[in-house]
């Protein structure tokens, strides 16, 4: 199936970035790569989550929103298709998690402003791991401000993906458990997974369990 534009989405820890980098060397395609190190309030938001969460939140949105339109408003000819690890709407479901009722309001108003001018994609895969082993991932990438991250934040972040991806009708939507899968070290699954991913897929919630 020739999709143009693919998000890679997951929890934090859930691989969307190595994905997204082996998707994009394998069919040519032009990669977007969420710029989160550079972010000076994420470190200090795991430190103080109450203090800092509406600056991280307004900072990524901006920094989400200037990225994609910078990319894909802008044509590549030598790489028509763009794969990105991550979509514009997780700006609204991690800020619906951490955001007191009265920013979230306002943060909102500001989300729906900036998402009219981003296209949709014309898939979106979801990476599922459950938590235990995102809570694995993060710890062996190392980054001194993850580690403190702890399993009730994972379980609400991915239910809030949830029920954002529940809602979608405009494009395919799809979920695959990779709990099984280490699509970075064993070219089999790997290769098991672009061929799921680039089947004909219909438009809204679409769920894969790999039998295994």
């Known amino acids: 199936m020739n999709y143009q534009f693919i998000c890679i989405e997951g929890c934090i ?18 990669l977007i790569l969420e710029e989160f190190e550079d972010n000076p309030f994420l470190p200090k938001f795991y430190k103080e989550p109450e203090k800092y969460a509406f600056q991280l939140e307004l900072s990524f949105l901006a920094e989400r929103y200037q990225q994609l339109k910078d ?38 108003k500001l989300f729906d402003i900036v998402d009219n001018s981003i296209p949709n994609p014309d898939l979106l895969v979801y990476l599922y791991l459950n938590t235990e082993q995102l809570k694995a991932n993060i710890q062996k990438r190392g980054r001194d401000y993850e580690q403190d991250i702890e399993y009730d934040y994972l379980e609400k972040i991915q239910g809030g993906y949830f029920d954002y991806l529940k809602q979608i009708q405009e494009f395919p939507v799809l979920v695959i458990n990779t709990n099984t899968l280490d699509f970075v070290k064993n070219k089999e699954d790997y290769q098991e997974l672009k061929d799921l991913i680039f089947l004909p897929h219909k438009n809204g919630f679409n769920i894969i369990e790999l039998d295994r």
Do not use: C, W
């Open 71 to 108: 990319k894909l408003h802008t044509p590549d000819i030598f790489h028509p298709q763009t794969i990105s690890d991550y979509i514009i709407n997780k700006s609204l479901i991690f800020a619906k998690n951490n955001l007191v009722k009265d920013e979230f309001s306002l943060y909102q």
């Open 13 to 30: 820890g859930a691989g969307k970035s190595s994905l997204a980098k082996l998707l994009s060397k394998d069919m040519n395609a032009r």
